[in-house]
């Protein structure tokens, strides 16, 4: 069920125009200090976990994996998506939230 409450608050994201997806754009948006979490799905390959958890680290952003890039492409209502950037703060801490709790469970 909070998985479900999860994608839909990710595809509200999306309608609102918060979120970027694409590895070259999130690394850009990183650098600027524009991305406020970033959600990579669990079957990314290695290299591009690796290159966005570097990006994320060295500029202090938070980082979850979550979902398969099927799941993260449904609900933004796109193709298959591996790494998605939120540049909201508001929704960047509720989708935080709502994800650790999930993975408490």
């Keep these: 069920m909070i998985k479900e409450q999860i ?3 990710l595809g509200l994201a ?3 125009r ?6 070259s754009v999130l690394i850009s ?3 600027k200090r524009n991305i406020k979490l970033v959600i990579l799905s669990t079957d990314a390959s290695d290299n591009a ?3 966005i958890k570097n990006k994320c680290d060295t500029y202090h952003v938070p980082f979850r994996v979550f979902g398969t890039r099927v799941e993260l492409g449904q609900s933004l209502g796109k ?3 591996v790494n998605v950037g939120v540049t909201d703060s508001g929704f960047a801490k509720k989708l935080m939230s709502m994800i650790d709790e999930y993975c408490k469970e």
Aim: hydrophobic share 35%; glycine share 4%; proline share 0%.
């Design 7 to 9: 994608f839909n608050f």
């Design 14 to 16: 999306m309608r609102a």
């Design 18 to 23: 918060k979120v970027k997806v694409g590895e």
């Design 29 to 31: 948006e990183i650098k």
């Design 49 to 51: 976990k690796k290159n």
């Design 79 to 81: 193709e298959e998506r």
